[in-house]
């Protein structure tokens, strides 16, 4: 059973930054893909960005496009997603995801999930 760990939310103005991580403690091997999902409160579970771990090709939504920056660190089995530029409506629980399975990034099926972390944005 593999388990995802989250770290890095917390409070920041509006305007700010944070960097989010994810390991894999206990992994031997790389994941095919990773990703961060996130949710709001009273909305539903959406894509932000994912990695493809040989190559680092990365796939971003709309909504993180020019401002989050996914990246993974080899050795460590590990995925990063820097954050800049926020605003209030990027407040959600964020969420690391992976997955072995070969697929585009556009994929948004993952195997294995974490618990999250709070992002708060404030105005």
């Known amino acids: 059973q593999v388990h995802l760990v989250e770290s890095g939310g917390g409070l920041v103005q509006a305007g700010g930054s944070l960097r989010l991580s994810c390991a894999a403690p206990g992994r031997t091997s790389n994941f095919y893909k990773m990703g961060w999902f996130r949710q709001a409160p009273g909305k539903e579970r959406e894509f932000v960005a994912a990695i493809r771990w040989w190559d680092g090709f990365t796939y971003y939504a709309d909504s993180a496009k020019g401002r989050f920056t996914i990246s993974r660190d080899n050795a460590a089995n590990t995925v990063d997603l820097q954050t800049s530029s926020l605003k209030p409506e990027d407040t959600a629980v964020y969420y690391c995801?992976?997955?072995?399975?070969?697929?585009?990034?556009?994929?948004?099926?993952?195997?294995?999930w974490g618990q999250g972390t709070q992002v708060t944005v404030s105005s």
């Open positions: 995801a992976a997955d072995d399975r070969l697929s585009t990034l556009r994929t948004v099926e993952y195997n294995d």
